[in-house]
């Protein structure tokens, strides 16, 4: 479903909001990590959709945007109207009237009118990010599949679980890489972050944004995301993404993101959740499938080893047991 509204938005938003910003924008966007999906300097409109899901809330902003513009001029054009034809010189005598039973069926009907008009996509758009898409059977036949992690959100930290090919199944924590240059010990924990960073991926440490472990996901590929909180409500967000969801304690919440690019997409913990709030970034790379897979194989050797954060929750062998029930049942019938 898409809006005959696409079009009109860089008519519409960049006109109405961005017009005043647009030069010192130019200029701010030089200022970060090429390609990243990240605040600018005097971003004034969304980050650039990266997911199907993030094109509908682009959509839905726009069709809002007009409503609420011509709502706006409409309600000016009236006060105007009342200033210039009502006012003391012109209209000595005020008129009585109180009631006008017309206008007044009209003013309560026209906004349930615009509210419905509002509602309709609104929902459309809510049940569109609560579960993953089904795959079609072109994708089912190309080995497509619907892969799922989960992000776990505690004080104050990510962390993030995911299952390899052959069944095992790990989870690593992602911590903030730098939080600032003032004081002397994040300033220490800056410079080996960005150390690190220029010899992975050369390029600078993203401050308050970049993590040690990031999560990783293949291009392309439907990912079911279920999110929930260790210890308090957290909420996980890539506002590139469209994807925002509180991870809350004993519940498991759930939403989906296909990214249609590689890249680096960025977002933060979005429910106040104690001292270090400021301090969870979500860091997110995403890469093609080949680079993908290996990354999960080295993610497994981490969780093997324990190292860096990694660790294994559930070991390969006792998952093939575990999937193939039927031959076990065999094997102890024949004893
Ligand atoms: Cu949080």
Same mark, same amino acid.
């Given at each position: 479903?898409?809006?005959?509204?696409?079009?009109? &938005?860089?008519?519409? #938003?960049?006109?109405?909001?961005?017009?005043?910003?647009?030069?010192?924008?130019?200029?701010?966007?030089?200022?970060?990590?090429?390609?990243?999906?990240?605040?600018? *300097?005097?971003?004034?409109?969304?980050? %650039?959709?990266?997911?199907?899901?993030?094109? &509908?809330?682009?959509?839905?902003?726009?069709?809002?945007?007009?409503?609420?513009?011509?709502?706006?001029?409409?309600?000016?054009?009236?006060?105007?109207?009342?200033?210039?034809?009502?006012?003391?010189? %012109?209209?000595?005598?005020?008129?009585?009237?109180?009631?006008?039973?017309?206008? =007044?069926? /009209?003013?309560?009907?026209?906004?349930?009118?615009?509210?419905?008009?509002?509602?309709?996509?609104?929902?459309?758009?809510?049940?569109?990010?609560?579960?993953?898409?089904?795959?079609? &059977?072109?994708?089912?036949?190309?080995? %497509?599949?619907?892969?799922?992690?989960?992000?776990?959100?505690?004080?104050?930290?990510?962390?993030?679980?995911?299952?390899?090919?052959?069944?095992?199944?790990?989870?690593? =924590?992602?911590?903030?890489? $730098?939080?600032?240059?003032?004081?002397?010990?994040?300033?220490?924990? $800056?410079?080996?972050?960005?150390?690190?960073?220029?010899?992975?991926?050369?390029?600078?440490? +993203?401050?308050?944004?970049?993590?040690?472990?990031?999560? +990783?996901? *293949?291009?392309?590929?439907?990912? &079911?995301?279920?999110?929930?909180?260790?210890?308090?409500?957290?909420?996980?967000?890539?506002?590139? #993404?469209?994807?925002?969801?509180?991870?809350?304690?004993?519940?498991?919440?759930?939403?989906? +993101?296909?990214?249609?690019? *590689?890249?680096?997409?960025?977002?933060? $913990?979005?429910?106040? $959740?104690?001292?270090?709030?400021?301090?969870?970034?979500?860091?997110?790379?995403?890469?093609?499938? =080949?680079?993908?897979?290996?990354?999960?194989?080295?993610?497994?050797?981490?969780?093997?080893?324990?190292?860096?954060?990694?660790?294994?929750?559930?070991?390969?062998?006792?998952? /093939?047991?575990?999937?193939?029930?039927?031959?076990?049942?065999?094997?102890?019938?024949?004893?």
């Amino acid at each position: 479903m898409t809006f005959p509204f696409r079009l009109a &938005r860089n008519a519409a #938003s960049a006109l109405l909001i961005r017009a005043g910003f647009g030069m010192l924008m130019i200029v701010g966007a030089g200022a970060s990590a090429a390609g990243a999906a990240q605040p600018e *300097p005097w971003q004034t409109g969304f980050q %650039k959709a990266a997911t199907p899901v993030m094109e &509908r809330v682009d959509d839905f902003h726009d069709l809002l945007l007009i409503i609420i513009s011509l709502i706006s001029v409409f309600v000016l054009v009236l006060l105007i109207m009342v200033v210039v034809r009502f006012r003391e010189s %012109k209209n000595p005598t005020p008129s009585k009237t109180t009631h006008n039973l017309m206008l =007044e069926v /009209a003013w309560t009907v026209v906004p349930v009118l615009i509210l419905v008009v509002i509602a309709v996509p609104s929902f459309r758009l809510l049940y569109y990010t609560d579960k993953a898409p089904k795959l079609t &059977r072109a994708e089912v036949a190309a080995g %497509k599949k619907i892969m799922t992690v989960k992000a776990t959100g505690h004080q104050w930290y990510w962390s993030y679980e995911y299952t390899t090919p052959e069944g095992g199944k790990l989870r690593f =924590e992602s911590r903030i890489a $730098c939080r600032g240059y003032i004081d002397p010990e994040n300033r220490r924990e $800056c410079q080996a972050a960005s150390k690190r960073m220029q010899d992975k991926y050369a390029r600078k440490v +993203v401050r308050l944004l970049d993590v040690d472990n990031e999560m +990783v996901l *293949p291009v392309s590929a439907t990912v &079911r995301l279920y999110v929930t909180g260790a210890d308090v409500i957290h909420s996980w967000t890539i506002p590139a #993404s469209g994807a925002k969801i509180d991870a809350v304690p004993g519940q498991t919440n759930e939403t989906w +993101v296909r990214f249609a690019k *590689p890249g680096w997409f960025y977002g933060q $913990c979005s429910e106040i $959740c104690g001292k270090d709030h400021a301090f969870m970034p979500i860091a997110l790379r995403v890469v093609s499938e =080949e680079e993908y897979q290996a990354w999960l194989a080295e993610a497994w050797n981490k969780a093997r080893e324990e190292s860096d954060g990694f660790s294994v929750i559930r070991a390969p062998e006792k998952t /093939a047991l575990r999937q193939a029930p039927a031959a076990a049942i065999e094997t102890a019938g024949k004893q």
